[in-house]
């Protein structure tokens, strides 16, 4: 099973960007579709956006479609999210997940997870 790490999140200014990145560990990462997910403060965890294990799919919320965007160098066994014209409602923990067999929207269909990396977004 991969491991992963996320990284990028910070502070920024509403109408700014972030480029996030989830670092996996393991040969097999190729394998895996990975999704990210958010959760602030007392809210549920989100759907943002999924990529198959080959790049060729993709899928977004529709509060984050034409906004950010999903993508994988699998050569590095990375995940990015670039998140760009950034609103205080994006504002939370974003976490990126990754399954072998799962592609899709639920959080709990993925089996590896990563600690997570706060985005705040000041209006």
């Known amino acids: 099973q991969v491991q992963l790490v996320e990284s990028g999140g910070g502070l920024v200014q509403a109408g700014g960007s972030l480029r996030l990145s989830c670092a996996a560990s393991g040969r097999t990462f190729s394998r895996y579709n990975v999704g990210w997910f958010r959760q602030a403060p007392g809210k549920e965890r989100n759907f943002v956006a999924v990529?198959?294990?080959?790049?060729?799919?993709?899928d977004y919320a529709d509060s984050v479609r034409g906004r950010f965007t999903i993508s994988r160098d699998n050569a590095k066994n990375t995940v990015y999210l670039q998140m760009n014209s950034l609103k205080p409602e994006d504002t939370a923990t974003y976490y990126c997940?990754?399954?072998?067999?799962?592609?899709?929207?639920?959080?709990?269909?993925?089996?590896?997870w990563g600690q997570g990396t706060q985005v705040t977004v000041s209006s």
């Open positions: 997940a990754a399954d072998e067999r799962r592609y899709g929207r639920n959080w709990y269909e993925f089996v590896a």
């Open positions: 990529i198959s294990w080959s790049g060729g799919r993709t």
